[in-house]
Structures are given as C-alpha cells and as structure tokens.
C-alpha cells in the first residue's frame, strides 16, 4: 500500500486442524493481520519462502513433517519469529531448543496469542 498506510503484517499459522485453523485465522483477521495458513509441514516450508510471512505459528504435532522438524528445516534458511503452539507442555522446551521464539498451550484464548504475536514484533522492530 502505498496510501502512508502501514502494510499490514503476515502471519503464517500451520496446524493440521482445519478447525483450528479456522479460529486462529478469525482471531488474527479480526485483529487487522494478513493470514495465510496450511495443514502441511511441508507447505509451510515452501510458504516462507514463497509469501514471506513476518512471522509463523507452528503446531507440533502433525502427519508427515511435524513441528520440530520444520523449525530445524526452517532455521537453515529463515530467522522468521516463530510462536509453537501444542497441547503437550512436554513440546515447550524441544520448541525453543530449535529456535522457537515462544511457545502457546493448547488450547488458548486468542487474546493471548495476540499479545505474544504483538510482543515478538514490537522486539523484532527495535532490534
């Protein structure tokens, strides 16, 4: 947009359910975020480098390529921020072993995905 408008940031939010999916996707809208999202680990990957997306959210647990293993594919080529989200607390630590930068309990009110999502860009852009 080129109106003085700041564009608005991207999030990618990957988790293989898509109802799941559906409410983070609301969530996000509703706060004036762009969303893209997909069910597949592997898609994600192609996403990233395709949209660019300003920053992920990443479920773990999921068929084919799982969380961990896009976090360890992703941080060969992208420092993209990264919030995991999981309903295993057991996930928490492997998450931000391999980069994550913070880590959501399933299941969570969108208000605090909101403010860990605000937080992680407020740092990003004073850095």
Wanted: include cysteine.
């Amino acid at each position: 947009m080129t109106n003085g408008r700041e564009k608005k940031q991207c999030v990618l939010v990957v988790d293989d359910h898509p109802k799941v999916l559906k409410f983070v996707e609301i969530s996000l809208k509703i706060h004036g975020y762009d969303v893209i999202s997909t069910t597949s680990g592997e898609e994600a990957l192609e996403l990233i480098k395709s949209a660019e997306p300003d920053i992920m959210l990443l479920d773990i647990i999921m068929p084919g390529i799982d969380g961990f293993e896009v976090l360890e594919k992703l941080r060969t080529f992208k420092e993209i921020p990264v919030i995991v989200f999981s309903a295993g607390a057991e996930n928490r630590d492997g998450a931000l072993l391999l980069g994550a930068n913070d880590f959501i309990l399933k299941p969570f009110k969108p208000d605090e995905m909101i403010s860990k999502i605000r937080a992680i860009m407020e740092a990003k852009k004073s850095a």
